[in-house]
């Protein structure tokens, strides 16, 4: 199993903090040393950083941590290899484009005997279920809405359909983003907090680090949160229901 | 325009010598501030860095400038913008899949009127004529070659067509690999060497660097490096011919 982390805001922020929590689990608080990865989404474009180090022992890692990288939509991954060895074509999350736009997207969990016939247009590079999941979602997307992309309604209900078919064959926690916002599918597992005016001070349960985000926000700023377990030890994490697909927008649950 | 930075080898070698040299030309010696990016090939994965801001002032082509990432094809740029914004979504090299692999590419120059067909199954993100010409050329070389990805002799003729077919637009200067080769395509000004055995001295024309690479390398090792401008003052650059396009594995030319 794996770790996932997603930021969707309405603002451009930093990850800085629940990153420095969250890569602790890559290695030192838990064993989820098979490697790591992290994209933000910037405008159109995406950063995307993978390593197949441990994160804790990762310069790039490191560089992240120090480096505020301000973003809408971020979506975070720390690797236990369950599937496929490990490698850097291995790592979460994966990029591909589609209808003209970066589509970035993790998994934690292990399907069984996931084998979609897969027609060319998206191809795995790895070796991971994960990676087959994507490609097979890219797919059926373009299959059913062809060269233009459709109205969030429409793209949420067919996501949410895929999302539940992968699910038969094992845990598929997910988080998938355009840029513009972020889908996040729990099967087992997966919390979420929104972080608004009035804002307090957070402490992290991986690493002894708090911050006041009074002191770093505006009374308009709203950043919603999603991790496969509470990063915080003192805010009020909400669970998904198994079989939910969330779409956050701004950072506000829709 | 923009600078291209390539290196080929037999065995994985860092490229920060080289990459010093060049960084300094995003902002320092040269005008190219409009952004700069570079992706290591790692087995079959990729690790992609870009960013808009200028290459000397940037903290992760810092990190690229200290962290010795080994690679045997790494494509790098530095960008002057003529066409399309300074955005992410416009630096270069871009990277799409194909065939379950990843293609790199980067391109110098500026294409006129260049306005391709595209079908949809590559899209450009950004506004640039250079990702249109990278889409353009993954499209048809689906369309020629199915999804069976051809020998490398079919594929270095029709790839060869393509780049004369671009070029008539305007100037195409490009970098393209799948990791295991790297193609180059000369439509004004390229130049490449081999650092083989014996390894000598090589000092850096943008900065006050010199390596002894007899030092760092086995008598086995054969490095490539192609590039828009010398990078260095005491080697033997040769130039490509107007219309070129040479490949490049294991560190030789082919």
């Known amino acids: 199993m ?8 309405n ?3 930093d990850i800085v903090f629940s990153f420095t929590g969250f890569a602790m689990r890559g290695g030192h608080t838990d064993t989820h040393h098979d490697g790591w990865g992290i994209a933000f989404f910037e405008g159109a474009g995406v950063r995307h950083f993978v390593d197949h180090q441990a994160a804790i022992a990762s310069p790039i890692a490191e560089l ?7 973003s809408t939509n971020v979506i975070a991954h720390i690797r236990k290899a369950t599937q496929g060895q490990v490698a850097l074509e291995n790592c979460h999350p ?13 998994h934690n969990g292990d ?4 084998h979609p016939l897969l027609n060319g247009a998206f191809r795995p590079v790895g070796t991971t279920d994960s990676e087959r999941a994507f490609c097979y979602i890219l797919q059926q997307l373009r299959a059913r809405f062809g060269e233009q992309r459709p109205p969030l309604a429409e793209l949420r209900s067919v996501l949410s359909g895929l999302a539940h078919e992968i699910a038969t064959h094992g845990t598929f926690n997910m988080l998938l983003s355009s840029g ?14 929104v972080r608004q005016h009035p804002f307090d001070t957070a402490k992290l349960s ?12 505006t009374p308009d700023d709203r950043v919603a949160i999603i991790v496969t377990q509470p990063l915080t030890t003192n805010e009020r994490w909400t669970a998904f229901q ?4 969330k779409l956050f927008i701004d950072g506000c649950l829709r």
């Open 2 to 9: 794996c770790q996932l982390l997603a930021m969707n805001c």
């Open 11 to 13: 603002v451009p922020t």
């Open 64 to 70: 992240i941590k120090r480096y505020p990288i301000k």
């Open 94 to 106: 994966f990029v591909r484009e589609l209808w003209g736009q970066y589509w970035v997207f993790a």
């Open 111 to 114: 399907l069984k005997e996931f």
């Open 180 to 193: 513009g916002e972020l889908f996040a599918h729990c099967s087992t597992h997966l919390f979420y907090l």
């Open 206 to 217: 991986d690493e002894d680090v708090s911050v006041d985000f009074s002191q770093v926000t």
């Open 242 to 245: 198994p079989g939910e697909l």
